[in-house]
């Protein structure tokens, strides 16, 4: 069991950047992949990164580039840097934790799940 507590939300201004924490409790963190998935308004959740238990990373279009993902296991911690955001980066940011095929690019692949951070960009 696994459970996910993400920070670092907030409103920033175009071009501007934020740094989401995930942080995790419970065992084998490091044995997970982990991801970053986002929903803004009235849109459906949408996958943003990646990162396996080697740490390979893998990218939305929409972020390449813009994003990184990482994690440190020693401290149980999933990061995401958002750099030169735009007005349509605004939605719900939330962590993910499972054991997946790949990268793990599909929320249905994950078992555990944070409550979400509000990002807003303003024009």
């Known amino acids: 069991q696994v459970q996910l507590v993400e920070s670092g939300g907030g409103l920033v201004q175009a071009g501007g950047s934020l740094k989401l924490s995930c942080a995790a409790s419970?065992?084998?963190?490091?044995?997970?992949?982990l991801a970053w998935f986002r929903q803004g308004p009235g849109r459906e959740r949408e996958f943003v990164a990646a990162?396996?238990?080697?740490?390979?990373?893998t990218y939305a279009d929409s972020g390449k580039g813009r994003f990184t993902i990482s994690r440190d296991d020693a401290k149980n911690t999933l990061h995401l840097q958002m750099n030169s955001l735009k007005p349509e980066d605004t939605a719900v940011y939330y962590c993910?934790?499972?054991?997946?095929?790949?990268?793990?690019?599909?929320?249905?692949?994950?078992?555990?799940w944070g409550q979400g951070t509000q990002v807003t960009v303003s024009s």
């Open positions: 993910a934790a499972g054991v997946t095929t790949g990268f793990g690019t599909q929320s249905y692949e994950y078992d555990y």
């Open positions: 419970g065992r084998a963190f490091g044995s997970y992949n």
């Open positions: 990162i396996t238990w080697l740490s390979d990373t």
